[in-house]
């Protein structure tokens, strides 16, 4: 099964850039486990099948991304950019302006 997930791991990582990170290997593995019963598929069929079809290297990559996009997911997040901006803010020796880039927002509701 180790040499399944790397393979697997190898057609994700070529087609859409994603790396591993330290729950890969156990989200794959789920993530199999919910195709291959969703498509009565064997490990080595659906294996195969994610390998040489894109709608099904799309699906199993879906399993291993954020699957959330709502405004404010991480309270947290927004504290500390909240502290560190007052800080910026409040330094009386600041002449520059306070520049914030806000990446990765699947549908834009992250920055505001």
């Known amino acids: 099964m180790n040499e399944v997930v790397s393979s697997l791991q190898k057609c994700v990582r070529d087609q859409f850039g994603l790396m591993e990170r330290l729950t890969w ?31 099904y290297l799309r699906e199993f990559a879906g399993y291993l991304t954020v699957r959330e996009s709502y405004f404010m997911r991480h309270n947290q997040h927004f504290e500390m950019l909240a502290d560190k901006v007052g800080e910026l803010l409040a330094d009386p020796k600041r002449t520059r302006p306070v520049r914030i880039w806000s990446a990765g927002c699947s549908s834009g509701e992250e920055p505001y």
């Open 25 to 55: 290997h156990k989200e794959a593995l789920e993530a199999l486990q919910q195709m291959k019963n969703r498509h009565a598929l064997s490990e080595s069929q659906l294996a195969n099948r994610i390998s040489h079809d894109n709608s």
